[in-house]
């Protein structure tokens, strides 16, 4: 095809669409075979012969019909599957460092919890026992104030006291603890 590569180059080169359209099925089937085997994707070695031939259009003018056309379409095929190859080991790379992130901040955060958890268990215990009953009572069974008034026979006033100051000490322990 070297003489009539060189024809239907001047043609390309000149902005002619079908010498273009035959330049393209001449090439498709081995130029695929090629990335094929470098990449062992078919779909994006596909990709890839689309877009070196879009770039071959829009640089037609540059075109050396004189030259190799085969050695200057398969020499870029080759550098581009090169570059996608390139581009999909860092690609996993940061993948991998993502996940070791996440893995990292997952296990952070629960040893945060795990912390914040015992920070809270202790403040519990430092509570009077009454107190450490209402707030059982509410938060554990989710009785009502008025449920937990007539168990205790106490006001409802005073279950609400209470709950309001358990709180209020515990969220003032946990936080000072996590300073």
Request: aromatic share 10%; glycine share 0%.
């Given at each position: 095809m070297?003489?009539?590569n060189e024809r239907i180059l001047r043609r390309v080169i000149q902005g002619d669409q079908a010498a273009f359209a035959e330049l393209y099925k001449y090439y498709r089937t081995p130029a695929l075979k090629f990335c094929i085997t470098l990449l062992k994707d078919e779909e994006e070695a596909e990709n890839m012969i689309h877009?070196?031939?879009?770039?071959?259009?829009?640089?037609?003018?540059?075109?050396?019909p004189t030259l190799n056309f085969t050695s200057y379409l398969f020499t870029c095929l080759?550098?581009?599957?090169?570059?996608?190859l390139k581009k999909m080991e860092k690609n996993n790379q940061l993948k991998q460092q993502y996940m070791e992130k996440m893995t990292a901040a997952?296990?952070?955060e629960l040893e945060d919890k795990e912390m914040k958890f015992q920070l809270l268990y202790t403040a519990v215990n430092l509570l009077s026992e009454k107190r450490k009953q209402i707030l059982f009572l509410n938060i554990e069974e989710g009785k009502s104030y008025q449920e937990i008034a007539e168990m205790l026979m106490i006001s409802k006033n005073t279950v609400k006291n209470q709950?309001?100051?358990?709180?209020?000490?515990?969220?003032?322990k946990v936080d000072m603890a996590a300073l």
């Open positions: 070297d003489c009539l877009e070196v031939f879009i770039k071959i259009w829009d640089r037609r003018s540059q075109i050396n080759r550098n581009m599957a090169f570059d996608h997952r296990d952070e709950l309001v100051k358990a709180k209020q000490f515990l969220r003032e």
